[in-house]
């Protein structure tokens, strides 16, 4: 079985700082790695996916991906309060059709 | 507006009996998910339908019984509740029928068994 995991589980940054997430999946023949957001009392919202080596960027976020190392990576450039959530990390399985999800990041950005 | 709608927002339920989560989406996609968030826990697969038919189903109990009457609609009934069960369920959909596919989910149910 697939087993994602988080860190720091939570993050306090200021205004304006650079933002960094990181997961950990157990199996090579992981297939996508989505990051959602979640804020209280809603339902997670996807954010970006990446499948491929190397790095993917859009907008304020940049998601690198290391197979070899089993590591993903989130950072989002310019945080802002309106950024203050939990972050989860997500993997898909080839020929499955659920995605394991990780136990989060809360990051908050202080004004 | 929101486009998957889940019934009730909050549910308070006694040991031994029997809810029904509902879900409804209106985004046109023909997979539809159910997701479970324990407390302290991460977010947990429970069922994944295609065109109203069952493609996965990691949810170990028979108490879990999704039921889809129509394409867009996938409820969630629970018999014999017990307060583990107490987990906020969420309903999500997709566009296409393959795995890697982006999902949408609902504002969720937060099911409290006393």
Redesign the interface.
């Known amino acids: 079985q697939e087993k994602v995991q988080q860190s720091p589980e939570s993050l306090i940054v200021p205004e304006g700082a650079m933002s960094s997430l990181n997961c950990t999946f157990s199996n090579s023949a992981s297939q996508s790695i989505w990051w959602y957001q979640q804020h209280p009392g809603k339902g997670p919202e996807a954010l970006i996916s990446i499948f491929s080596n190397g790095n993917k960027k859009e907008g304020r976020l940049t998601v690198y991906l290391n197979r070899a190392s089993l590591h993903v990576s989130l950072h989002i450039r310019d945080s802002q309060p309106s950024d203050s959530a939990v972050y989860l990390c997500a993997v898909s399985m080839g020929g499955s059709w659920q995605l394991i999800f990780g136990s989060g990041t809360q990051l908050t950005v202080m004004p | 507006d929101p486009k ?1 709608i889940q019934k009730p927002k909050y549910l308070v339920a006694v040991t031994g009996s029997e809810k029904i989560l509902i879900c409804e989406q209106y985004l046109g996609h023909n ?1 539809m ?1 159910w997701y479970r968030q324990s407390a302290k ?5 429970m069922f ?1 339908y ?1 065109y109203q038919k069952l ?2 189903n ?1 949810t170990a109990s028979s108490r879990f019984q999704p039921q889809s009457s129509k394409k867009n609609h996938l409820d969630l009934q629970i018999t014999a509740l017990k307060p583990d069960d107490s987990a906020t369920y ?1 309903c ?1 959909s997709s566009q296409g029928t393959i ?2 596919e ?7 149910t937060k099911l409290s068994v006393l």
């Open positions: 998957i997979a998910y826990k991460p977010l947990e697969f994944s295609s493609m996965d990691q969420f999500a795995s890697n982006r999902l949408f989910f609902g504002h969720g």
